[in-house]
């Protein structure tokens, strides 16, 4: 057995995978995922983009549902239009309401 189970990953090696929207340009990190307590599975990840050589360190909270795993190049892949970043709520205005939007933090 080599400590990986088959359909699985850790939450933790998310953090080195990198971000890529559907066209393959990059987009940045995986900063956390946020797992829903009622039915334990993730909800929400949060990616940060930027932060780089003096640059503000932009985070957005993406809904799960549109985020694929890409387990062979060990990279996350965002469908979200990139207006859906310029145009997010912030987090803390977040009412639930709206599973599907993209918040900033």
Known sequence: MNGRMSAVISVKSLEDYQVFDVTGNPLGRVDDVLL?????????????FGAGLGMRKDRYVVPADAVRLDTEN???????????FDDALPFDEANGADEGAVYRL
Not at 74 to 84: H, N
Request: proline share 4%; no cysteine; aromatic share 8%.
């Open 74 to 84: 060990e990279a996350l892949v965002v469908d979200v239009a990139p207006e859906r």
């Open 36 to 48: 829903d307590e009622r039915l334990g599975h993730a909800r929400y990840f949060v990616l940060s």
